[in-house]
């Protein structure tokens, strides 16, 4: 357990841990950092029994006052001393914060701390190896959890060099964002000091220590003026992950990425070395400390992996690499233009990957991933503009969402259509040579590529980046007797939620006109025009021949919800899999399941056209989404009576194909896992999924690896025919962390009342799983199959919210929120979506609980509007 803290409470009612943009902006005037040297004591890391290390920070800065705050959240205060002067630690630090009195215009502040291992991904986590009983740490800081670590000012605009000094075994790796300037080691510990840093934010910041297995490389440029760069390279994994890396693709991309953004951003790179490192149980995709980036280990496949997921992998590598210039090198003011990073990675992930790596496909992975998470945001009452308010650090954690990220990049893709994609990268580089190691808002980036475009962008901002929602964009197609054109139209329809006013918005994109020929789905005509107002003649159009399926957005220049007609969805019916383009498919998807979302098709069409069409897409990434959309409509959007019949329909499909599949192709391994997904909702199966287990029965081409058997088994406990020592002995097999998590979501997953009740007590009353057992604990406590044992803890899911805010981490109280909301809940006959008993709970808490924090109620607000959405569908849905 982790050390409570033994100070006293503020008597205030403020909650000092969640910083206010009003007082970040009055620290910021007062208080200008000169540096910043922390040193760290890890040698007792590898004891469980320790759960806290001394954490020293010295802090150089001048002050306009004589008194202001650090942020800091650990165990204990030793002493703090200001200007050679000791105060009264215990006095001045509340559990959050550290006052200082007696400042004067040059100050020196020293705190001596200790703060505690994290097991929740935040701050300094600390892993301990099932494989082979190592530990590994690491950091993870975004928003503010540099504080749990050392001490500090804890707002992005207060840069600063960081000189890191960390003791720690002798026989780990330690890396942090500099090359190790000086080293030492006696008896069993070594002595690391890191080099300084150049100006940064603290939440970039970053200690990466343990028994790393480790694989170096370099990259170099020479510049026209005949000077050159040399970057050197590093990947580490856990040591008992070795095996599965393969550095070699990943430096492959790195170079690839870092030839890239020098060209096209005109700056070079300013960190010195480029340290990648995958890390244990890991809360995000990866963090752009500079450099030492962080990942998550799941991008290390120990399991077969698709073409798709090598994708999945580069974008984010080179999502992550132009954070080291949007993000790192300039940096936002406040959490309010988070977005002026998110975004921006997030479009040249895609980007860099279509134009630089092999995965020349991205956007249509963007197009069919991505952006189905910014739709999703997009349409929830909490939705906000691009730019949002962000008034605390609170509510900053819960913007880390798909309209920060998948929308923002959405919208740029429009911008570089908008003002050319030679003046977007002119304009980056202008914006990163004005404001290098400094902090920017939105107008510092509009005038930059207003400069560059000599395009007047105050009115494309204000419509695009500071309103809220999405539009919908619908073809409104007339034909001619003599089977031609006669008009064509695009309407639009779109207001803002958050104000109740229309909010049509300009937009420059393509359409395809498609005809069926021989069978296949040709595009036989594209017409780029600018859209502007509620209704736009396509006037290009007239006088064409008659289009078999109008594609609204083509090419995916826009963002908005397209809409197919009725003559373009009877075509798609039957032939949508046969379109050439990728991109073009992921969009007709895309549209009939938002269509589907919004209850305009039917959950049970949608199904039906992913089992006659799915089967026939060529590639396997939409594949892959097409059917994780057709479980999501069987499982929430089919009335609850049809609900078996599809389940088995979808199964009996997935079999059919797993057989029929190249072997070893990326294809058989997607259905191979909707096997296993979708037997967890099914009774009929299981003699050939213990066969495959035992490897009576083989698919060709097919390898049942560890990731695969255990989807397999966790279909088996869903369904009740897999006991715990079967489960026990499958652990016995796979003894790694992998293993260890997908054993926990086995374990909850099995159709008990006891285990359920097990299960919710080790979520709800202690604190001892760790983030990703916390999850693996949700999805087997959530099986679908199980509504009936789950039913019961609704009343007190709502009892404790608020219990769970304020005692765990925000990381694991959001877990909780979203994850144990008792969402899995269907409408009866003759029941309204607005009287079911769980909607109407969740109002009542909303309700009687006006104060609770924002950031918890939004959460609430948004789990009942996916309910609602559910059950509006199902009210609407036909039978598969």
């Not at 330690?174 to 603290?202: D, I």
């Not at 393969?246 to 480029?274: C, M, N, S």
């Not at 029965?697 to 006991?723: F, I, K, M, N, S």
């Not at 909301?821 to 909303?846: F, I, K, M, N």
Request: proline share 5%; glycine share 6%.
């Amino acid at each position: 357990m982790t050390e409570t803290s033994q100070q006293p409470q503020p008597t205030s009612t403020i909650d000092t841990a969640n910083l206010r943009r009003s007082e970040a902006a009055l620290r910021s005037e007062q208080v200008r950092v000169t540096g910043y040297r922390v040193e760290l004591d890890l040698t007792g890391a590898k004891d469980p029994a320790q759960p806290s290390y001394p954490s020293t920070t010295t802090i150089e800065f001048t002050s306009t006052m004589e008194t202001t705050f650090l942020d800091f959240i650990g165990p204990r205060v030793r002493s703090v001393t200001v200007n050679g002067w000791q105060i009264d630690a215990a006095a001045s630090f509340d559990g959050n914060r550290i006052q200082l009195t007696g400042l004067t215009g040059s100050n020196i502040v020293t705190v001596v701390a200790d703060a505690a291992y994290s097991r929740s991904g935040e701050g300094l986590h600390r892993f301990v190896d099932p494989a082979d009983g190592e530990t590994y740490l690491y950091t993870q800081y975004e928003p503010a959890d540099a504080r749990r670590v050392f001490a500090n000012f804890e707002q992005p605009d207060l840069k600063a060099p960081f000189t890191f000094v960390v003791h720690a075994p002798a026989a780990w790796r330690v890396h942090s964002n500099q090359a190790v300037a000086t080293e030492s080691r006696e008896g069993g510990v070594q002595h690391v000091e890191f080099a300084p840093t150049l100006p940064m934010s603290t939440y970039i910041t970053n200690i990466t220590a343990g028994p790393y297995h480790c694989v170096q490389d370099h990259w170099s440029t020479t510049f026209p003026d005949g000077s050159s760069l040399e970057v050197p390279l590093a990947v580490l994994c856990r040591a008992s992950l070795a095996e599965h890396l393969d550095a070699d693709a990943i430096f492959e991309v790195t170079r690839q990425g870092l030839d890239f953004f020098h060209e096209a951003f005109g700056y070079p790179y300013p960190w010195g070395k480029y340290d990648q490192a995958f890390v244990p149980e890991y809360n995000l995709g990866a963090m752009e400390n500079p450099g030492c980036v962080t990942f998550t280990e799941h991008y290390v496949y120990r399991s077969a992996a698709t073409e798709s997921q090598y994708a999945a992998r580069a974008n984010t590598i080179l999502h992550e690499m132009a954070h080291m210039w949007f993000g790192d090198l300039v940096t936002m003011r406040w959490w309010d233009d988070l977005w002026l990073k998110e975004s921006f990675a997030d479009y040249m992930g895609a980007h860099a990957s279509a134009v630089a790596t092999r995965f020349t496909d991205a956007w249509t992975s963007f197009a069919s991933n991505r952006k189905a998470w910014a739709y999703l945001q997009d349409q929830l009452p909490t939705t906000h503009p691009i730019v949002a308010d962000i008034a605390d650090l609170e509510a900053a954690k819960q913007n880390f969402d798909g309209i920060t990220y998948a929308k923002g990049a959405s919208v740029l893709k429009q911008l570089v259509a908008y003002v050319g994609v030679d003046a977007f990268f002119a304009g980056a580089r202008s914006y990163f040579r004005d404001h290098e190691y400094a902090n920017t808002t939105l107008p510092d980036l509009l005038v930059a590529l207003e400069d560059a475009s000599g395009r007047e962008l105050r009115t494309w901002s204000s419509q695009w980046l500071e309103t809220a929602g999405i539009g919908t964009l619908t073809p409104e197609l007339e034909l001619t007797a003599e089977g031609t054109i006669g008009s064509l139209a695009i309407r639009q329809e779109s207001v803002d939620p958050t104000t109740g006013a229309q909010a049509l918005r300009p937009h420059r994109l393509a359409v395809g006109l498609y005809a069926v020929s021989d069978g296949r789905l040709t595009r036989s005509h594209r017409l780029e025009l600018d859209v502007t107002g509620g209704r736009t003649e396509v006037t290009e159009a007239v006088g064409l021949p008659a289009p078999d399926l109008v594609l609204v957005n083509d090419d995916d220049l826009t963002y908005g919800k397209v809409r197919l007609d009725d003559r373009s969805l009877a075509t798609a019916r039957e032939h949508l899999s046969t379109a050439e383009s990728s991109l073009s498919r992921a969009l007709l998807w895309s549209a009939l399941w938002n269509a589907a979302r919004d209850a305009v098709l039917p959950a049970g069409d949608y199904l039906q056209i992913a089992l006659e069409q799915g089967p026939l897409e060529p590639d396997a990434g939409v594949l892959r989404d097409v059917l994780t959309c057709a479980r999501t409509a069987v499982e929430r959007y089919l009335p609850i009576a049809v609900r078996p019949q599809a389940r088995d329909r979808l199964l009996e499909v997935a079999w059919r194909e797993l057989d029929a599949s190249e072997p070893g192709s990326d294809a058989q391994l997607v259905w191979a896992r909707t096997v296993a997904a979708v037997a967890a909702t099914c009774d009929s199966g299981r003699a050939r999924l213990r066969s495959l287990l035992e490897g009576t029965e083989q698919v060709e081409g097919l390898t049942v690896d560890p990731d695969l058997r255990w989807g397999l088994w966790q279909a088996l406990a869903a369904t009740g025919h897999a006991t715990a020592a079967e489960l026990d002995a499958e652990l016995q097999r796979d003894r790694t962390a992998s293993g260890a998590t997908h054993h926990v979501a086995a374990l909850a997953g099995r159709p008990d009342a006891a285990v359920k009740a097990r299960a919710w007590t080790a979520l709800t009353d202690s604190d001892e799983l760790t983030n990703e057992h916390v999850s693996a604990t949700i999805a087997g406590f959530t099986q679908p199959l199980h509504g009936d044992l789950t039913a019961a803890y609704t009343d007190r899911y709502f009892e404790d919210l608020r219990r769970f805010w304020s005692e765990r981490s925000i990381e694991i109280a959001t877990r909780l929120v979203r994850g144990l909301y008792p969402g899995h809940q269907d409408l009866t006959d003759g029941q309204r979506p607005e009287d079911h008993p769980v909607v109407a709970r969740s109002q009542r808490w909303l309700d009687a609980n006006p104060d609770a924090p924002a950031a918890l109620r939004r959460l609430v607000v948004e789990q009942q509007d996916h309910l609602e959405r559910a059950l509006r569908a199902q009210a609407t849905a036909a039978a598969p």
